[in-house]
């Protein structure tokens, strides 16, 4: 190890502050929110690391990435060696280092975490694959020699993006099909810019098709090519399906249909894959927020995403409304304090009961009731209960409803003896993700329902070894 700190002097050393754009200035452009550390910034957050013996933090990342031995490779200056060797165990270092929910994950099991100041393991992660990225010598993993079988990967989320690579390096032929024309499913449609840049997601699919991954979008599995197709005419000896979980769910309350009431999804989509944010330089396909009263209803990291996108269109009042307290919101803290500071109302306690519309079908408003917090439901959080008399209208002309998703349903309707859930997931064993269709495995948001980026991507390794243990034996 190369610390030349002694443990007891490392845990002095405060953890570093991710350099942010200021939060006015932020608000209304599209430019990332976070700057990423320089390299004093992260020679000091490396040299917090007390290099223990158990690393929790390795066990607590869902894809294994090598903490321990990454840090200690930035301490010694080796920043194309730290990126490699995380690069052993993640195939999108540049997007985790952004998005993964790190107080959760690695950083929640570091033992310095006890005392509020865990490494920041995702900040030193994206310097490094920043760092990589910025000298153009990307340290791709070598592949295996090849061994002529075939599996198709359904879905270019990560949880199909992370098996591919695991999969293309055992020397297998892999060919990802997407649904839409750009590759990274929510890394590209549903997360903005301004907390992961585009370029980032396409850098990183670029050094999946240098690794030998084929990439086929504006495949519909279930309507171009079926399940069976793939397995029969089309040759393949295995499919992963990952077809996330990109169904929309809405509040099914009057005025839902009212021109101005969109889908989150449908909403991100359109600025991220349709350029709405460059409007007028193209034609925008979405309602101009400028000027207007925006309300989010849901309080995930979907709606932080929906409202700050809001406010950078231009929106004169961005709010979310959340019918439980801020202490059950499920989004990320850190989303919540940017959100905050730049500028977004939150009502919390408030139910929408009713949109309210015009004689043309826009929406002019909705009707909203303020909620108390009752004894618990079933997930443990407390259920919010109405408070009689006290409905108020609020005037908004865009609504934009973030209250989750459901699992994207086309291959499961035209592939009928693949087992699903109630709720329509796939079903699929824990360790192996075999799918009840011998030959198909299935991983990530289709089968658990809308989760994380990492966890997506922890299902499309596990899938990846046992594809390769079912290719080697032809056993199911
Ligand atoms: P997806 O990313 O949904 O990818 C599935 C892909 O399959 C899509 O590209 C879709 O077009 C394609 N597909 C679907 N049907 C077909 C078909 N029939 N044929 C071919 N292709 C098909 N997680 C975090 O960890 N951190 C965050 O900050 C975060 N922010 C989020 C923000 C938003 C707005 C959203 C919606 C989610 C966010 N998440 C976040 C959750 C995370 O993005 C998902 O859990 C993760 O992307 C799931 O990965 P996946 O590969 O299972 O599915
Ligand atoms: Fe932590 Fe995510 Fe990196 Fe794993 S991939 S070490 S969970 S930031």
Same mark, same amino acid.
């Given at each position: 190890?190369?610390?030349?700190?002694?443990?007891?002097?490392?845990?002095?050393?405060?953890? %570093?502050?991710?350099?942010?754009?200021?939060?006015?200035?932020?608000?209304?452009?599209?430019?990332?929110?976070?700057?990423?550390?320089?390299?004093?910034?992260?020679?000091?957050?490396?040299?917090?690391?007390?290099?223990?013996?158990?690393?929790?933090?390795?066990? +607590?990342?869902?894809?294994?990435? %090598?903490?321990?031995?990454?840090?200690?490779?930035?301490?010694?200056?080796?920043?194309?060696?730290?990126?490699?060797?995380?690069?052993?165990?993640?195939?999108?270092?540049?997007?985790?280092?952004?998005?993964?929910? %790190?107080?959760?994950?690695?950083?929640?099991?570091?033992?310095?975490?006890?005392? @509020?100041? /865990?490494?920041?393991?995702?900040?030193?992660?994206?310097?490094?694959?920043?760092?990589?990225?910025?000298?153009?010598?990307?340290?791709?993993?070598?592949?295996?020699?090849?061994?002529?079988?075939?599996?198709?990967?359904?879905?270019? @989320?990560? +949880?199909?993006? /992370?098996?591919?690579?695991?999969?293309?390096?055992?020397?297998?032929?892999?060919?990802?099909?997407?649904?839409?024309?750009?590759?990274?499913?929510?890394?590209?449609?549903?997360?903005?810019?301004?907390?992961?840049?585009? %370029?980032?997601?396409?850098?990183?699919?670029?050094?999946?098709?240098?690794?030998?991954?084929?990439?086929?979008?504006?495949?519909?599995?279930?309507?171009?090519?079926?399940?069976?197709?793939?397995?029969?005419?089309?040759?393949?000896? &295995?499919?992963?399906?990952?077809?996330?979980?990109?169904?929309?769910?809405?509040?099914?309350?009057?005025?839902?249909?009212?021109?101005?009431?969109? /889908?989150?999804?449908?909403?991100?989509?359109?600025?991220?894959?349709?350029?709405?944010?460059?409007?007028?330089?193209?034609?925008?396909?979405?309602?101009?927020?400028?000027?207007?009263?925006?309300?989010?209803?849901?309080?995930?990291?979907?709606?932080?995403?929906?409202?700050?996108?809001?406010?950078?269109?231009?929106?004169?009042?961005?709010?979310?409304?959340?019918?439980?307290?801020?202490?059950?919101?499920?989004?990320?803290?850190?989303?919540?304090?940017? &959100?905050?500071?730049?500028?977004?109302?939150?009502?919390?306690?408030?139910?929408?009961?009713?949109?309210?519309?015009?004689?043309?079908?826009?929406?002019?408003?909705?009707?909203?009731?303020?909620?108390?917090? @009752?004894?618990?439901?079933? /997930?443990?959080?407390?259920?919010?209960?109405?408070?009689?008399?006290?409905?108020?209208?609020?005037?908004?002309?865009?609504?934009?409803?973030?209250?989750?998703?459901?699992?994207?349903?086309?291959?499961?309707?035209?592939?009928?003896?693949?087992?699903?859930?109630?709720?329509?997931?796939?079903? &699929?064993?824990?360790?192996?993700?075999?799918?009840?269709?011998?030959?198909?495995? &299935?991983?990530?948001?289709?089968?658990?329902? @809308?989760?994380?980026?990492?966890?997506?991507?922890?299902?499309?390794?596990?899938?990846?070894?046992?594809?390769?243990?079912?290719?080697?034996?032809?056993?199911?």
């Amino acid at each position: 190890m190369h610390n030349p700190i002694p443990p007891k002097e490392r845990m002095k050393i405060h953890r %570093q502050l991710m350099p942010e754009q200021p939060p006015l200035e932020r608000a209304r452009n599209f430019v990332e929110v976070n700057r990423g550390l320089d390299v004093a910034l992260a020679q000091e957050e490396a040299r917090r690391c007390l290099t223990c013996k158990t690393q929790h933090c390795f066990s +607590a990342c869902p894809v294994g990435v %090598q903490v321990r031995d990454f840090i200690d490779l930035v301490v010694a200056g080796d920043y194309l060696g730290a990126a490699a060797k995380i690069r052993e165990d993640n195939v999108l270092p540049a997007v985790t280092g952004r998005v993964c929910p %790190q107080e959760k994950q690695c950083e929640g099991s570091c033992i310095l975490s006890a005392r @509020g100041e /865990s490494v920041a393991i995702g900040y030193l992660e994206r310097f490094v694959a920043d760092y990589e990225r910025s000298v153009g010598k990307v340290g791709l993993p070598a592949r295996a020699p090849l061994t002529g079988k075939k599996v198709a990967v359904v879905g270019s @989320g990560p +949880a199909g993006l /992370s098996c591919a690579g695991d999969l293309v390096l055992k020397g297998h032929d892999v060919t990802v099909l997407e649904a839409l024309h750009e590759i990274g499913g929510v890394l590209v449609y549903g997360i903005p810019e301004f907390r992961l840049p585009k %370029q980032i997601v396409r850098d990183e699919v670029e050094n999946l098709r240098l690794m030998g991954v084929e990439f086929r979008t504006n495949v519909v599995v279930g309507r171009t090519v079926t399940v069976d197709e793939l397995l029969g005419e089309e040759g393949y000896h &295995a499919v992963f399906v990952a077809t996330g979980a990109g169904l929309p769910m809405f509040l099914n309350i009057p005025g839902e249909h009212l021109c101005g009431v969109y /889908s989150a999804n449908e909403f991100l989509t359109r600025v991220n894959l349709m350029k709405a944010n460059e409007f007028p330089a193209y034609d925008n396909p979405i309602y101009d927020c400028r000027g207007k009263d925006v309300a989010v209803f849901g309080a995930g990291n979907t709606a932080m995403d929906a409202v700050r996108t809001s406010l950078r269109l231009g929106a004169k009042c961005a709010s979310i409304v959340y019918r439980r307290s801020e202490k059950e919101m499920p989004a990320r803290a850190e989303e919540v304090h940017h &959100a905050k500071d730049e500028g977004v109302q939150f009502q919390m306690l408030t139910n929408p009961l009713e949109f309210l519309g015009d004689e043309k079908g826009w929406l002019t408003g909705v009707r909203l009731q303020r909620m108390e917090l @009752g004894a618990p439901d079933k /997930s443990g959080r407390r259920s919010p209960v109405a408070i009689e008399g006290s409905e108020h209208v609020l005037p908004i002309h865009v609504a934009i409803i973030a209250i989750g998703n459901k699992g994207n349903p086309l291959v499961q309707s035209t592939t009928p003896d693949l087992a699903t859930t109630r709720n329509g997931y796939i079903v &699929a064993d824990a360790e192996k993700l075999k799918t009840s269709k011998p030959g198909v495995f &299935a991983g990530g948001d289709i089968v658990t329902g @809308g989760a994380t980026v990492i966890l997506a991507m922890g299902a499309g390794r596990k899938a990846a070894k046992a594809i390769h243990e079912y290719l080697q034996s032809g056993i199911w």
